[in-house]
C-alpha cells in the first residue's frame, strides 16, 4: 500500500485527483480525495514501474514507485 500525509497551503481542504500508471501510460487506478492522509493500496498491481500522479486544481505532482 501506499500511505500519503499530505500538507496543504490552502484555506479549505483541497480536493486530490489521484492516479497510478504504469510505465506504458494505462491507467490502473483512479480517485479522488481530501483530507491531510489517506492509504491506496496497490497489492494488486504486477511488479514494474508505476507513476503516482496527484493533481490539485492545475498544479500535478508526480511520484515513481
Given at each position: 500500500y501506499i500511505s500519503l500525509n499530505l500538507t496543504h497551503?490552502?484555506?479549505?481542504?483541497?480536493?486530490?485527483n489521484i492516479k497510478i500508471i504504469?510505465?506504458?501510460g494505462t491507467l490502473h487506478y483512479q480517485?479522488?480525495?481530501?483530507?491531510?492522509s489517506f492509504t491506496i493500496?496497490?497489492?494488486?498491481?504486477?511488479?514494474?514501474?508505476?507513476i503516482l500522479?496527484?493533481?490539485?486544481g492545475d498544479k500535478i505532482?508526480?511520484?515513481?514507485?
Amino acid at each position: 500500500y501506499i500511505s500519503l500525509n499530505l500538507t496543504h497551503i490552502y484555506r479549505l481542504k483541497p480536493i486530490y485527483n489521484i492516479k497510478i500508471i504504469d510505465y506504458y501510460g494505462t491507467l490502473h487506478y483512479q480517485t479522488t480525495k481530501s483530507g491531510d492522509s489517506f492509504t491506496i493500496t496497490v497489492s494488486g498491481l504486477k511488479d514494474g514501474n508505476y507513476i503516482l500522479q496527484i493533481t490539485i486544481g492545475d498544479k500535478i505532482s508526480s511520484l515513481n514507485f
